[in-house]
């Protein structure tokens, strides 16, 4: 009996200061930028898609996938299909199985998604100490003020607190939640060298990233508030028009 107590009151010691640790970390709201893509009439700023493109592709492609996003609808942020082409052939992709049965890898085809950085997720994970590296698709939409929190987070890497413990492997980032997170900074100055000549800082990389990743979540977003508005403008012709019919209707009844 009196070891098991002793068990309890170490466990119950053990829940405290754990509660402790996760209650000094206290995870910050992200921070609040103005999107062009935001509102009504925001649209997707097509350079700074392009350049988040080369972000992805040359820094976040290591490690998270973008499974739901075919390599030809990149034409729909300015790409030319030559380009996308192009593009394509340098993945291989995994296909078959041929006449065999066999499984075999061949270049990629505008038609192909964006393959996998790993064949699955235990493959994912023991590349990357257990973590397991997000799918990027739909991860705008998948967070809570996904834009602000994306840049905040790829931001908002810094060196802890003093009275904070960090667990081997991890990272200091009060916008992740627990504030400990075991990606490492993806971003800094310099870190990418854009091909259309643009100062390329960690604030500039994160934005143009945001940018990218808020079509490859949304790629229907320009037309759908386009058929929003041209809904509301008929809308108000049709009342407009009603109005003035129901006018001259009970007028004659007077």
């Not at 997720?121 to 705008?140: F, H, K, M, T, V």
């Not at 990606?183 to 060298?193: R, T």
Request: proline share 7%; aromatic share 10%; with cysteine.
């Amino acid at each position: 009996m009196k070891k098991a107590a002793a068990l309890a009151t170490a466990l119950a010691a053990s829940g405290i200061a754990a509660a402790a640790l996760a209650a000094s970390i206290e995870q910050l709201p992200p921070k609040h930028l103005v999107w062009p893509f935001s509102g009504v009439l925001g649209t997707v700023d097509i350079a700074a898609a392009q350049r988040g493109f080369q972000v992805y592709k040359e820094v976040c492609a290591a490690c998270h996938g973008l499974s739901r996003v075919a390599l030809r609808n990149l034409e729909e942020i300015g790409f030319s299909e030559a380009e996308v082409k192009a593009l394509a052939a340098g993945y291989q992709v995994k296909d078959g199985p041929n006449d065999q049965g066999e499984m075999f890898d061949r270049p990629g085809k505008p038609s192909d998604h964006f393959p996998s950085p790993y064949p699955n997720e235990q493959a994912a994970r023991a590349a990357q100490n257990g973590a397991y590296p997000p799918d990027l698709s739909l991860i705008i939409k998948a967070r809570h003020d996904g834009a602000n929190y994306v840049y905040s987070l790829l931001t908002g890497f810094q060196n802890p607190p003093a009275d904070v413990k960090m667990g081997d492997g991890m990272n200091y980032n009060p916008y992740f939640p627990g504030g400990q997170i075991a990606m490492p900074p993806p971003l800094s100055d310099g870190k990418v060298e854009y091909t259309d000549g643009t100062s390329s800082s960690l604030d500039q990389e994160a934005r143009d990233v945001v940018n990218f990743l808020q079509w490859a979540a949304e790629p229907e977003m320009r037309h759908r508030k386009q058929m929003g508005i041209k809904a509301l403008i008929f809308l108000g012709i049709f009342t407009l028009f009603m109005y003035i019919a129901k006018k001259r209707i009970w007028s004659r009844l007077h």
